[in-house]
């Protein structure tokens, strides 16, 4: 099982970035690359994000010290990224446990990446209409209050 800091110098090396390069990609310095790699600091939010597209790798693989898989969950990232870019951290985080609660449903058989990809999209239809819903039912402007 490795670190965060393990994962991340790891995964710089695999791609022959040095920390100063990182750091660009990131927007970050190079000093708090060698933090990251060196101690128990972890970023947070959108430099997570940030680091874990620079290193090719999901953002639960290198925040979560259990998971082994560089890419696991990777194919949630762009559904994510929608419901944060449209509603917020707080939708993005609800899809990120939806798509995790629903992988369930299909534990212990292997669907193939046009599968996921088309159950993602279905789940981000459904979870998006919802919302627009429950913006027409609940809003308190169009009620006047």
């Known amino acids: 099982m490795k670190t965060?800091?393990?994962?991340?110098k790891d995964a710089r090396e695999a791609l022959r970035l040095n920390q100063q390069q990182l750091g660009e990609l990131v927007?970050?310095?190079k000093r708090s690359i060698a933090a990251y790699e060196t101690t128990d600091t972890k970023p947070r939010g959108n430099v997570a994000r940030?680091?874990?597209?620079?290193?090719?790798v999901s953002v639960d693989?290198?925040?979560n010290d259990e998971i082994t898989d560089p890419k696991y969950g990777i194919e949630k990232a762009p559904y994510i990224e929608e419901?944060?870019?449209r509603l917020g951290n707080k939708a993005a985080k609800e899809m990120n446990g939806l798509l995790d609660q629903n992988l369930a449903l299909f534990a212990g058989g292997e669907l193939d990446q046009e599968a996921k990809?088309?159950?993602f999209e279905a789940v981000m239809k459904a979870y998006?209409?919802?919302?627009?819903?429950?913006?027409k039912t609940y809003n308190p402007k169009k009620k006047g209050v």
């Open 4 to 8: 965060f800091s393990e994962k991340t």
């Open 27 to 29: 927007g970050v310095s």
């Open 83 to 85: 419901a944060r870019d």
């Open 61 to 63: 693989y290198l925040l």
């Open 128 to 135: 998006l209409k919802c919302k627009d819903e429950a913006r």
């Open 117 to 119: 990809d088309a159950f």
């Open 50 to 56: 940030k680091l874990a597209a620079a290193l090719q």
